[in-house]
């Protein structure tokens, strides 16, 4: 059993790259994407719920998102929808870099339901 001290001072997981490698070897192919949606009341950062981001030049984005078309399934799926941003990074001063940069995001949300709108003529 392990004392509060050590407890207190255990760091989170991380494997190593030899590690990484096998368990990414070891995958099976074309595996089915399957994304839990981002539910409607949350609100602030996505970071712990399923997501990707890509970042880099367009050219490997678009490469590593023609590999993920399975993704695309979840916004014509009923009750949920795509969150997708892609835009140019700018650097921590807000100017934009000589070489341009690009990010990628996006997360399954949960859908809400539409509320219907009262009908002007009963009102």
């Known amino acids: 059993m392990q004392t509060f001290r050590e407890f207190i001072e255990q760091k989170p997981w991380k494997a190593g790259k030899a590690e990484v490698v096998q368990f990414w070897q070891s995958l099976r192919p ?22 990707l981001r890509i970042t880099g ?18 916004e014509s799926q009923g009750g949920t929808k795509l969150d997708i941003e892609y835009r140019q990074v700018e650097n921590k001063e807000g100017v934009m870099k000589t070489q341009a940069d690009y990010v990628f995001y996006v997360h399954a949300t949960t859908e ?12």
């Open 112 to 123: 809400t339901p539409k509320q219907e709108k009262p009908n002007a003529s009963l009102v």
């Open 30 to 51: 074309n595996m089915p994407i399957v994304m839990e949606p981002v539910p409607p009341e949350h609100k602030g950062t996505k970071f712990n719920f399923d997501g």
């Open 57 to 74: 030049r367009p050219e490997f984005i678009g490469a590593v998102l023609s590999r993920l078309k399975d993704i695309l399934n979840l």
